[in-house]
């Protein structure tokens, strides 16, 4: 008996010694009485629910759990009102508001500061996407004709400056909070699934500062853990490429292009070294775009089942409107776009000094021919596929 007695006090000693609540999320969300509200834990690569409770007939709700880190979590309302905050050991959150658009309008207390900047950036983010997608309808509703190519520059200059505002706006941000998590949170946003707003190369400086923030503040937490790693995966790719250019430059004497494609991917010339190449560089948003795709499509279509690729480099100085007429246009092959436009330094290393301009590489990494088109081009290509 007295053993019982004591395996019994033990198990009530370690029952007490477990972890305690030391995070409460509550709130009162009007005309959303019995509406169910999930509890999302986000982590790094997953987000999961932890906990779930119908909202009372005043729309109250309640929330405990134990933290040792600062933690993200995502409160789901319903169908699509969602509340993104962060928590830290020993607080307390209230978020208060009314279920109709809530994502919009509501308020967070008992809290750092911390909650309230993911709110403004969630905010300036809507803002962004939505002005995107009214400029995007706009374009795409516009005549054709050339008495409209005005009103198509407007658009595409004006969804350029609101996607630099928006990448202005979180540097800026991360600055200014880099103490806070909510940097992190800032850094991996996205304008849409395929586009994160900060790249890792341009802004990489701001990667550093959001990493030796967090180390210096949190450095057992998973979200600092995975921006270290991430740090290191990016001088790793760096260091990586170096090395490629080195080796590239050592085996053939034509330099590498690696630039975005049509589909939000990077292209590079590189892995095309055993085809048959036709790189180009030119334009297809000048009055003879129209033309000179149909005349890159043409060359396409005969030889891409020969062992033929192309891949074009454009120096159009509107991304909008270089996808818009690659579109239109029935783009297919290797299509690529430089931001750098006519100041191209890809175009130069190439030695271009006008445009349109062309080679033909072969399966050697060799210039076999040089500013070909129409005929010219395909009787080129075919006397190259005959010796082979």
């Known amino acids: 008996m007295k053993n019982i007695v004591l395996y019994g006090t033990l198990a009530l000693l370690l029952a007490s010694c477990g972890p305690e609540t030391n995070v409460e999320i509550t709130g009162a969300i009007k005309d959303a009485d019995n509406t169910m509200v999930y509890l999302d834990q986000n982590d790094v690569n997953s987000q999961h629910t ?28 319903g169908g699509n009102e969602q509340v993104t905050v962060i928590a830290t050991p020993d607080e307390k959150l209230e978020i208060t508001g009314t279920l109709k ?38 374009y795409q509703a516009l005549p054709q004709g050339k008495e409209y190519d005005s009103r198509r520059e407007e658009y595409a200059k004006t969804w350029e400056d609101a996607i630099m505002k928006q990448i202005n706006f979180t540097r800026d941000f991360i600055i200014k909070h880099a103490v806070s998590p909510a940097s992190y949170y800032a850094l991996y946003q996205k304008l849409d699934a395929n586009t994160y707003i900060m790249d890792e190369l341009e802004d990489l400086h701001y990667f550093k ?44 004497s034509l330099p590498n292009i690696k630039l975005p494609g049509l589909k939000g991917d990077t292209l590079s010339l590189l892995p095309l070294r055993n085809k048959l190449v036709v790189l180009d560089f030119g334009l297809l948003t000048t009055p003879e775009g129209k033309a000179y795709a149909e005349e890159m499509k043409a060359v396409y279509d005969k030889f ?85």
């Open 101 to 138: 658009d809530l994502s919009d309008n509501y308020w967070v207390e008992g809290s750092t500061d911390n909650s309230l900047w993911i709110k403004l950036l969630n905010f300036q983010l809507n803002r962004t996407t939505t002005l995107l997608d009214s400029i995007r309808t706009a």
């Open 304 to 388: 891409k089942n020969r062992g033929v690729e192309i891949y074009q480099v454009c120096l159009d100085q509107n991304r909008l409107l270089w996808e818009e007429a690659a579109k239109q246009y029935g783009v297919t092959w290797k299509c690529v776009w430089d931001s750098e436009s006519l100041q191209s330094r890809t175009a130069a290393t190439w030695n271009v000094r006008s445009i349109p301009a062309n080679y033909i590489i072969n399966q050697n990494m060799e210039i076999v021919g040089k500013n070909l088109y129409g005929d010219r081009l395909a009787d080129r290509l075919n006397d190259l596929l005959q010796r082979n």
């Open 209 to 252: 500062v959001v990493a030796s923030s967090m180390n210096a503040l949190y450095p057992e937490s998973q979200y600092t853990k995975a921006i270290m790693n991430h740090l290191d995966q990016i001088g790793k790719a760096i260091r990586n490429q170096q090395l490629l250019n080195v080796i590239d430059n050592a085996e053939q």
């Open 50 to 77: 932890i906990d779930s409770v119908k909202l009372n007939r005043n729309g109250e709700f309640s929330f405990k759990t134990n933290i040792s880190q600062p933690t993200f979590y995502t409160l789901r309302f």
